[in-house]
């Protein structure tokens, strides 16, 4: 792989080569920095901007976070992926939920934005300002990952008591709701119990949820 070069006059990062006529089908989006739009949070995978005081844009980069560690190599395309699972479970839900999406075609949206088309281009969503819910909502189906680990320890999932002998990865008998904090980078997320969600949420909200 080469060096991180500086792409678009210094404006985002990336590593990888180029191939086939310039396409940049094998490069990783690491980070990004694009100038004339304030950098609000990078999170470990996604980079979010202030475009003004009702918008902003998700930029979701090829980063890989496991177990909450980002990883020093990414995949390339992935951000794209995870862009285009995003906008069509948006669609697909529309008439049952609200969303936060605006826009997600670069050529539609405002300046600076698409003159960065060529790497940006599949990876952007320009969405509502909104409230965020700082707990992450969880359904599990399989006692796998987190709930394993808690589960070894204490016989529960987020204080929900389960029956004794389950084996790693094994079929619960229905599916639990196991809400989490949701870390910032560099932090990692907790499972919690529901009382500690409706404690942080609000009862009304967090049965909602």
Partial sequence: MNSIPSVGHGHLCERGDNRENGDNVDTEILTTDIRGLELVSRGKVRDVYAVDADRMLIVTTDRVSAYDVVMGRGVPGRGKILTALS??????????????????????????????AGQ????????????IYP??????????????????????VCGIALP??????????????TPATKAEQGAHDENISFAQACDILGKQCASEL
């Fill in 87 to 116: 906008i069509f479970w948006f669609d697909f839900l529309k008439d049952m939920v609200g969303h936060h999406l605006l826009e997600h075609d670069i050529r539609k949206m405002p300046a600076p934005l698409p003159s960065h």
């Fill in 135 to 156: 707990v992450e909502c969880v359904a599990r189906g399989y006692i796998i990952g987190s709930g394993w680990k808690d589960y070894q320890t204490t016989g529960t």
């Fill in 120 to 131: 940006l281009a599949g990876r952007v969503m320009l969405v509502k300002r909104a409230s």
């Fill in 164 to 177: 004794k002998g389950l084996k790693q990865a094994a079929k619960l008998e229905q599916p639990l709701f």
